[in-house]
């Protein structure tokens, strides 16, 4: 929704809709962009000397044209609908500069050569615009390079071909036309052909035009990509407006510098305006300063953007990417506009199995596991991602510093899979280990992410990591998580301030034997821990014979690592008979052979497992049960 311009057009309202042009290198995205635009921006079409040397696009593009208001939003307070294209790079090399241009979209057009189909960049920027907004238009280009009497037959076998992609996306069932942007290519004469299909695509881009919600209260979020300077006039920041407005006189801050500046005239597509609201693209003119410090950036309502140090982010795994995304690793971590290294850990709320670790019954036990494994599964694969995508964008998602977490080696992808392994493992395992292990609820993944050097960004606003120092070569997927920014992280000593609250914990077992009984309340045990062990950290703690008795650590026996355990219910009379059995025989023997630990069977054939929880972020490394 455009400002009022001046002159004989001021009372026209436009309705803004930004529409992101995205696709592999020399897929003519640019050349479709040209044949679409009436008006340019400073930027667009290539004009960058490098750009025009190297042929390609190396920033983001930006024009618009104009059209009358489409049949189904006649009842709309507006006069004409203005497209404003952002036309994105495809070289795999700029992909950081492609994530940007994604989130400043309300329409993704991807284009595609159809004598290639989808290419490596094609994928990557389907994941992005997948993940960054909710609507896709595909553009099959360069149908000008087919044959005519094959050209409709390849069009609809490429058609086919991308909407069987696109099932298991939510973007599926999304429209597919076919054009030709710049018959005989880039090289061509522009007068020797004009445009083919270039008519019908502005149709149907029309009627999916929804008005986008543009709301003008809020504090300023301004997302700069270019910034040069007019002599005598000032500095000129052009932009699209994420949030919030922006009037003439307003002070505003740029955020990278900590400098504020006051707006002094703005621009939209070269027309004066007064005043911007959410939504809008324009040139912002403010007192001087030197552009080079500013590439690329955020420019927001004075003290209104924090610096953060680390950050918690609600998170879910690309299916896409291949490799396993392991905790402690380094990923490129894209926060707003800002791409840095960050150090990844991953966790999420426990469910737990039938039993905890007291040997009481759990209130959520194993049967709600494996009814979250065998749950009737989406409708489509298609409905499972809208379904996941809609969760991590719900303003109702929230993180409770209060509760209890999981610690996860790797970031989980499959919820039904996994949940149903585990449980299965669980039920026909023996080892005592697998029943108290407490499955991750994979529905809410989170990460904590540490990074090289402070980063400025709004609160919710859309985080990826990817692997951008991979083989750019390879046909692989770089793109490796993505979610939302649920809690900023602003203090610089936030490891001994805030992480010490923030309760992850890891499982810990051991296993030991017991050696003799005392009494039918006591027993001795060994091999739980080591000689030199402080055995007293560990007394109070719960811990379970093999033969079923549950019993409390009662201290150290002596000074080689044995253990006493006070069994309150003390033993079962089979156990006892066993223990029994075993001190006779063990006193019987003239030289009993001892076994590697020193001791010699039956007694150490009934194990004592320790189980409890080690908080990753506790300074006292305290246990719990």
């Not at 299916?319 to 850990?345: L, N, W």
């Not at 709600?368 to 991590?392: D, F, H, K, N, V």
């Not at 890891?506 to 309340?521: A, I, L, N, Q, T």
Request: net charge positive; hydrophobic share 40%.
């Amino acid at each position: 929704m455009a400002g009022a311009s001046t002159g004989n057009e001021a009372a026209i309202k436009l309705l803004n809709y930004n529409v992101g042009v995205l696709g592999h290198v020399d897929s003519g995205k640019t050349s479709l962009a040209k044949a679409l635009s009436t008006v340019a921006s400073t930027a667009s079409f290539d004009k960058n000397p490098q750009s025009k040397e190297r042929g390609i696009t190396l920033d983001l593009g930006f024009s618009s044209f104009t059209v009358p208001l489409p049949e189904h939003l006649t009842d709309q307070p507006y006069d004409r609908l203005q497209f404003t294209l952002v036309d994105c790079p495809g070289h795999a090399s700029l992909i950081k500069t492609i994530i940007g241009g994604a989130q400043i979209i309300d329409l993704m057009m991807l284009v595609v050569d159809v004598t290639k189909g989808v290419q490596t960049q094609t994928a990557e920027c389907l994941v992005i615009g997948e993940i960054a907004c909710s609507r896709m238009l595909v553009v099959l280009n360069k149908i000008d390079l087919i044959p005519e009497a094959k050209r409709q037959a390849t069009i609809e076998k490429m058609s086919k071909k991308l909407s069987k992609t696109l099932e298991s996306t939510r973007m599926a069932g999304c429209q597919i036309v076919a054009v030709a942007a710049k018959p005989g290519g880039p090289e061509a004469p522009e007068a020797d052909a004009a445009a083919q299909g270039v008519d019908k695509l502005i149709q149907v881009l029309s009627s999916m035009v929804t008005v986008p919600q543009r709301l003008a209260a809020g504090p300023l979020l301004f997302s700069v990509d270019h910034c040069f300077s007019i002599r005598g006039q000032g500095t000129v920041m052009t932009g699209t407006l994420l949030s919030g407005s922006v009037a003439i006189g307003d002070n505003v801050e740029i955020s990278a510098l900590k400098e504020c500046r006051k707006v002094k005239s703005m621009q939209m597509f070269r027309k004066p305006i007064h005043k911007a609201i959410q939504g809008d693209r324009l040139g912002v003119c403010v007192t001087q300063f030197d552009p080079k410090l500013l590439e690329r950036g955020l420019v927001c309502t004075p003290g209104s953007l924090p610096t953060l140090y680390a950050a918690i982010v609600a998170v879910r795994k690309i299916p896409y990417f291949k490799s396993d995304i392991r905790s402690k690793a380094k990923f490129h971590i894209t926060m707003g506009h800002e791409t840095v290294m960050g150090r990844v850990s991953f966790f999420s709320r426990p469910r737990q199995h039938a039993t905890d670790t007291t040997g009481q019954a759990s209130s959520a036990d194993t049967t709600g596991s494996a009814a979250a494994a065998t749950a009737s599964p989406p409708t489509s694969a298609a409905a499972a991602a809208e379904s996941a995508l809609s969760r991590l964008d719900s303003k109702e998602l929230m993180f409770d510093m209060e509760q209890e977490y999981v610690n996860q080696e790797e970031l989980l992808s499959s919820l039904r899979q996994t949940a149903a392994s585990s449980t299965a493992a669980a039920a026909d395992s023996d080892d005592p280990r697998a029943q108290l292990q407490p499955l991750p609820t994979i529905e809410e993944q989170w990460l904590l992410v540490e990074f090289e050097r402070p980063v400025i960004c709004p609160h919710r606003c859309l985080v990826i990591g990817s692997r951008l120092d991979a083989d750019i070569h390879a046909s692989t997927c770089r793109l490796a998580f993505h979610g939302r920014l649920v809690e900023s992280i602003t203090d610089k000593n936030y490891a001994k301030t805030l992480l010490p609250r923030l309760k992850i914990f890891k499982m810990k077992f051991r296993e030991g034997v017991v050696d003799r009984m005392s009494d039918e309340h006591t027993v001795i045990g060994r091999a739980l821990f080591k000689k030199e062990t402080n055995i007293q950290s560990f007394t109070g703690l719960h811990v379970t014979l093999s033969t079923g008795e549950k019993g409390v650590l009662d201290g150290a026996f002596g000074q080689s690592g044995k253990f006493k355990v006070r069994l309150p219910s003390g033993l079962k009379p089979e156990t006892v008979q066993l223990l029994s059995a075993g001190q006779k025989k063990k006193g019987k023997a003239a030289d009993p052979a001892p076994d590697a630990s020193g001791a010699s069977a039956p007694a150490s054939s009934i194990k004592v497992t320790l189980s409890f929880k080690r908080y990753s972020h506790d300074p006292s490394k305290r246990m719990a049960q």
